[in-house]
């Protein structure tokens, strides 16, 4: 059975796949170039939008900004981790 978070993410992602990402003004580019300040920065931009979504659960565009936040923390810390693994490479040899 599936749980209400994989439910969400789901239904959240085709949605956004459905209605196409372009609607949202969230693809502005950050400040940071090195992927540990992006971090820092969606962090805090996402914090006020959920914030706002827990007084408001029924808010679908909210839900998708959040999301693609989401997104864009997963894909830099995906990032630090290959930047960690490069680092350590390069020093074992």
Partial sequence: ?????????RTLTELAILIGLTVFP?????????PEQ?????RAKRE???R???NNPNDVHLALEIK???DQIAE???????KKKADLALRGK
């Avoid at 059975?1 to 993410?9: A, I, L, P, S, Y």
């Avoid at 830099?76 to 290959?82: G, R, S, V």
């Fill in 1 to 9: 059975m599936e749980t209400t978070v994989r439910f969400w993410q």
């Fill in 26 to 34: 969230i693809a502005t580019p950050l400040k940071g170039s090195m």
């Fill in 38 to 42: 992006k971090l820092e920065e969606l």
């Fill in 48 to 50: 006020p939008l959920f």
């Fill in 52 to 54: 706002r979504f827990a």
């Fill in 68 to 70: 693609f936040i989401d």
């Fill in 76 to 82: 830099c810390k995906h990032h630090i981790e290959l």
